[in-house]
């Protein structure tokens, strides 16, 4: 059983940076494409950032210029860098892996304040 597991969530202030990590079990990793969402109280689930079996990215709008989707094949691993956070940014992000079937990460949160 694929299993997804988040972590690198937190409190940061504003401007402030995280990387979440994503650590994914099971041999599909590294042909399976892989994306971060996230989800706000009272929101719809978005998509933040998406990243292909070959290392290809792309961005919701909110995330250009800000946050960074990579994977390291070694560790069965992605990550989301965020940087220059903003407080509407806070939401529970959640690691997303298709190999085929949909797995999901149990989500971590990330609380931008002030």
């Known amino acids: 059983q694929l299993q997804l597991v988040e972590s690198g969530g937190g409190l940061v202030q504003p401007g402030g940076s995280l990387k979440l990590s994503c650590a994914a079990s099971?041999?599909?990793?590294?042909?399976?494409?892989m994306a971060w969402y996230r989800q706000a109280p009272g929101k719809q689930r978005e998509l933040v950032a998406f990243?292909?079996?070959?290392?290809?990215?792309r961005y919701a709008d909110s995330a250009k210029g800000r946050f960074t989707i990579s994977r390291e094949y070694a560790k069965n691993t992605v990550y989301l860098h965020m940087t220059s956070l903003k407080p509407e940014d806070t939401a529970n992000y959640c690691c997303?892996?298709?190999?085929?079937?949909?797995?999901w990460g149990q989500g971590t949160q990330v609380t931008v304040t002030s």
């Open positions: 997303y892996l298709d190999s085929g079937a949909a797995y």
């Open positions: 990243i292909t079996s070959t290392g290809n990215t």
């Open positions: 099971g041999s599909t990793f590294s042909i399976s494409p």
